[in-house]
């Protein structure tokens, strides 16, 4: 079976600062990995996503993540943020083998972004 | 292309009725899965739906419950609620489901008095 653990659940920053949110998973075998971002009261919408290839992964609103399969982590960054940042984040991941696999999020990482 | 549309957006309910949620998906997307958003618990996975069958369920007891019609679009049935039951109840459709990204609608919101 596969967890994602978010290492924090609420994350304050300030406009225009550099933000990271953090994301470990487990699994016993290979996975694709996924951010996706809740603002409220909508749905979730894909940021990014780790099929393969290029560890470094460039996504919507100029977020970032990278994935480093030694330490199973797939962090997600910004090198600036805006007030329209705030939001709930997700991290998602799901086997690889194809077929009838379900995604398994982490409990979500709340982003303010203050001015 | 329109998005994951998924209807009534609100619902009141009172313990014991039962409800019934739709979801159309995105046109051409075969594949509809339903999550369940709660601030305790997060995204669980409800179940999945492909070319109208059930091809994956989460750990949710029988009380929930799902169908795809011919055109993809998919209810999920809740009976004899609970308070617990009080969530967003979320629908994701995507081309073939397993892997590949998945497309959120903007949920159904339940309140069970």
């Known amino acids: 079976a596969q967890s994602v653990t978010q290492l924090d659940s609420q994350v304050p920053v300030f406009e225009e600062a550099p933000v990271e949110l953090r994301c470990n998973y487990s699994s016993s075998v290979s996975v694709y990995l996924f951010w996706y971002v809740q603002y409220p009261n909508q749905g979730l919408q894909l940021l990014l996503k780790y099929l393969s290839g290029s560890t470094l992964v460039k996504g919507i609103n100029g977020f970032e993540a990278e994935f480093n399969k030694s330490q199973t982590s797939f962090h997600l960054r910004k090198p600036s943020v805006h007030i329209s940042d705030t939001a709930e984040y997700f991290c998602a991941v799901i086997p690889n083998r194809g077929g009838s696999e379900k995604l398994v999020f982490g409990k979500g990482t709340k982003l303010t972004v203050n001015p | 292309k329109a998005g994951v549309t998924q209807t009534p957006r609100y619902l009141i309910k009172t313990r014991g009725q039962q409800v019934t949620l739709s979801c159309s998906p995105i046109?051409?997307?075969?594949?509809v899965s339903w999550y369940q958003q709660t601030p305790g618990q997060g995204l669980q996975f409800l179940f999945e739906y492909f070319s109208e069958t059930q091809r994956n369920k989460g750990n949710f007891p029988g009380r929930f419950s799902g169908r795809q019609f011919s055109n993809s679009r998919s209810e999920m049935n809740v009976s004899t609620l609970e308070l617990g039951d009080s969530a967003l109840y979320l629908c994701?459709?995507?081309?073939?489901?397993?892997?590949?990204?998945?497309?959120f609608g903007d949920g159904t919101r339940l309140s069970i008095l």
């Open positions: 994701a459709s995507s081309f073939l489901g397993g892997n590949q990204p998945q497309h």
């Open positions: 046109s051409g997307h075969r594949s």
